[in-house]
């Protein structure tokens, strides 16, 4: 395991599917590495930030790995897990 301090965050939206799954998988994933993902409904951030929902709307879930796009659509387990080790 890593001593680096981490952020996960999933970029998500009320009803999708999808973003529940990723969810399920980054909570089991980042309580390995003693995180707790963040979320971010881009519908609601969009009152204060319309780029997030812009950039990012189109294909939720997105995983931010420390504020940086990680994967979308899918998890990226093995990947996650070596970036989140280093």
Do not use: N, W
Not at 26 to 40: H, K, M, Q, S, W
């Amino acid at each position: 395991m890593s001593t680096a301090t981490h952020s996960v965050t999933l970029l998500t939206r009320d009803g999708c599917g999808m973003c529940t799954v990723a969810l399920t998988q980054l909570r089991a994933i980042c309580a390995d590495f003693g995180l707790e993902p963040a979320t971010v409904d881009v519908d609601a951030a969009a009152a204060t930030d319309p780029s997030l929902r812009a950039e990012f709307g189109d294909r939720l879930p997105v995983v931010l790995l420390d504020g940086r796009e990680h994967s979308y659509f899918d998890v990226d387990e093995p990947r996650l897990r070596a970036d989140l080790s280093r």
